[in-house]
């Protein structure tokens, strides 16, 4: 079993900056791609970024492209989602969720671990 536990979450005012993290254990991280999800209230869970397992590549959704930027330090099992110039529709839970194929893609289904979310409340 691979464990994630995420954290950096907080309460924002627009145009600030926060820097999430998601900590992994119990597996060799570099094995898994990496990725962010978040959840609004009353709507569904929607992708954010991933990055493949040894930061080569990242994936984005095109609401936070050029404002959220995903590593990875692999020599401390975390992924990092920094995120800039913050809106109040970024208000959301944030998970982090990793997948053994590698591959970055915005499929939820894909992931086989999940962690249990960090709350950003983003005011206006």
């Known amino acids: 079993q691979l464990q994630l536990v995420e954290s950096g979450g907080g309460l924002v005012q627009a145009g600030d900056s926060l820097r999430l993290s998601c900590a992994a254990s119990?597996?060799?991280?570099?094995?898994?791609?990496v990725g962010w999800f978040r959840q609004a209230p009353g709507k569904e869970r929607e992708f954010v970024a991933a990055i493949t397992p040894r930061g080569f590549t990242t994936y984005y959704t095109m609401s936070v492209k050029g404002r959220f930027t995903i590593s990875r330090d692999n020599a401390k099992n975390t992924v990092y989602l920094q995120m800039n110039s913050v809106k109040p529709e970024d208000t959301a839970v944030y998970y982090c969720?990793?997948?053994?194929?590698?591959?970055?893609?915005?499929?939820?289904?894909?992931?086989?671990?999940w962690g249990q979310g960090t709350q950003v409340t983003v005011s206006a």
């Open positions: 119990g597996r060799t991280f570099t094995d898994y791609a």
């Open positions: 969720a990793a997948n053994r194929g590698g591959i970055v893609t915005r499929i939820e289904s894909e992931y086989e671990y």
